[in-house]
């Protein structure tokens, strides 16, 4: 087991006073078997007028903030503190019909998997389906595990990771085609890719510890981090990273799921003004460990 401590800061500043509309804030970790929350705090400047929590349609725990002052500068400060229990790939007992691909979802699971089964972007020449289908063997069986462990590999190994500023991800075609991108837009396009396969896949926004050390590759730090689950008869929903080549939770720390990445923003909100009177935007993020050793000097 590892303690594991967030701390998630988002400060924008206008140019002059604005009127803020509500902000949708999903910060909070999801207690499961192998991550439980052991406190958490949220400060907001100014202060809120009002802070509701509700669950989404997804069994994320969302907050939902309002105010009434004019305000020139909006900050956030999250901390966390959980305990995470990682666990390798597959670690699970994959069900004796799921072993090999292809295989069918039991009829009373399949109700619940088809909206993530469902392809959710145009692709009329199949071309991420292709994609996908490269790892899927003629004449002999494939391995399920196999085929979604090449998929993440090939990912990570063949694709470039580019922050971007912009708002959204790329669509899973414009990935497939530059061959390169963010964490959400390669989550997205193994997700598609998995759909394409007739495999329920859904995503997931978290962060990811990024541990000190020399030669470190892992993407994805000082910021959101972004990945895909891939439903596994007998595993479950399994995690898949293609942005840093991981199978199973190990450094990842789950806040939401989402059928789609636009139902998993980590902090939206509007403001009554004019475009211009928006002046800066800064976001930090800090994940440590109770067992990190220091960074060299």
């Not at 072993?99 to 109700?111: M, N």
């Not at 989550?187 to 997931?204: I, P, S």
């Not at 541990?211 to 479950?236: E, F, K, M, N, V």
Request: with cysteine; hydrophobic share 35%.
């Amino acid at each position: 087991m590892t303690i594991f401590s967030v701390r998630h800061i988002t400060d924008y500043q206008y140019k002059r006073p604005v009127k803020l509309g509500e902000h949708r804030l999903m910060f909070r970790p999801r207690d499961s078997f192998d991550q439980t929350l052991l406190s958490v705090s949220l400060v907001v400047e100014p202060p809120q007028d009002e802070i509701r929590w509700i669950h989404d349609p997804f069994g994320n725990c969302v907050a939902l903030i309002n105010f009434s002052a004019k305000t020139r500068s909006l900050r956030f400060e999250s901390n966390i503190r959980l305990d995470h229990t990682p666990h390798a790939a597959l670690d699970f007992p994959i069900e004796a019909t799921a072993v090999d691909y292809p295989f069918t979802y039991d009829a009373e699971e399949l109700p619940d998997l088809k909206p993530t089964m469902a392809r959710h972007f145009a692709d009329p020449a199949d071309l991420v389906g292709t994609f996908a289908r490269q790892f899927v063997h003629t004449g002999q069986p494939t391995r399920t595990s196999s085929l979604l462990m090449s998929l993440c590999y090939m990912i990570h190994d063949s694709f470039a990771y580019a922050r971007r500023s912009e708002h959204g991800v790329q669509t899973p075609l414009q990935t497939l085609e530059l061959r390169s991108g963010t964490c959400r837009d390669f989550a997205l396009l193994m997700m598609e890719a998995a759909r394409a396969l007739g495999l329920a896949a859904r995503f997931v926004t978290g962060y990811i510890y990024v541990p000190y050390r020399d030669g470190s590759t892992t993407l994805g730090g000082g910021s959101t981090h972004a990945w895909c689950q891939i439903y596994i008869p007998g595993a479950g929903w399994v995690e898949f990273d293609p942005t840093n080549g991981i199978v199973g939770n190990r450094d990842l720390i789950r806040v939401g799921v989402a059928r789609d990445p636009h139902q998993a923003i980590p902090l939206s909100g509007s403001y009554d003004g004019r475009a211009s009177d928006f002046k800066s935007l800064t976001i930090q993020v800090n994940v440590t460990s109770d067992q990190e050793v220091p960074a060299p000097p």
